[in-house]
């Protein structure tokens, strides 16, 4: 059931919705990166909220592991959310996608903006755990977008075709979905681990 092959073979069969995942989360990136001067009044609120939460876990008396909790729980909701309100004709996953997308082209910008290393910043800052976080974000999105295709696919055939003659396979992509979820949430897991350890320490040390 929750075997890795099988898990692969599930973003074999939704790959349009992976694919078109990616693609929008790069378009955030872009966005991001271009427009930063644009969107900091509305990024800006949320980074410094994220900033002042940085600073009272590291001030903690266990700041390892109140980071840990923090990071993992933060995105394994959003992401697990992304997925379940796919239903909502898969919007919400997009915006959720396009919104961290956003979000990071701004932050790389921004740094670099204002003298940063901005290799420095994707090694030491953002890849360690990124490159775990990252698809696991694009993968619940991608589940989350196939949802509404799937649900919108099931409205049009509600009302042109009879019950045997339906395509959608409702037992098919939950058991797909349930098993993305579970591998989703351990890929969080271990990004979550490797921010609040290695990353946590790399940048500590900058």
């Given amino acids: 059931m929750f075997s890795f092959r099988r898990f692969l073979g599930d973003l074999r069969k939704y790959r349009k919705a992976m694919l078109l995942s990616v693609?929008?989360?790069a378009v955030g990136l872009v966005l991001g990166a271009v427009n930063a001067d644009t969107l900091t009044r509305l990024v800006m609120p949320d980074i410094k909220r994220l900033g002042e939460v940085s600073r009272n876990l590291a001030q903690s008396d266990h700041p390892e592991l109140n980071f840990f909790l923090f990071i993992f729980f933060n995105n394994a909701v959003k992401s697990i959310g992304a997925i379940l309100l796919g239903a909502i004709f898969g919007i919400l996953p997009a915006?959720?996608?396009?919104m961290n997308g956003l979000a990071l082209g701004f932050v790389v910008t921004s740094a670099s903006s204002g003298g940063a290393n901005v290799a420095d910043l994707i090694v030491r800052g953002l890849l360690p755990h990124g490159i775990v976080e990252?698809?696991?974000?694009l993968i619940a999105a991608g589940f989350g977008m196939q949802?509404?295709?799937l649900i919108l696919k099931s409205l049009g055939e509600a009302g042109s075709r009879e019950a045997s003659e339906r395509t959608v396979d409702w037992k098919g992509?939950?058991?797909s979905v349930g098993r993305g979820a579970i591998w989703?949430?351990?890929m969080l897991l271990?990004?979550?681990v490797i921010e609040s350890t290695l990353t946590f320490y790399l940048v500590g040390g900058a």
């Fill in 95 to 98: 915006f959720f996608l396009l």
């Fill in 173 to 175: 992509f939950l058991v």
């Fill in 147 to 149: 949802f509404g295709y």
């Fill in 134 to 137: 990252i698809p696991a974000i």
């Fill in 184 to 186: 989703v949430v351990g």
């Fill in 23 to 25: 693609l929008i989360f």
């Fill in 190 to 192: 271990l990004a979550a």
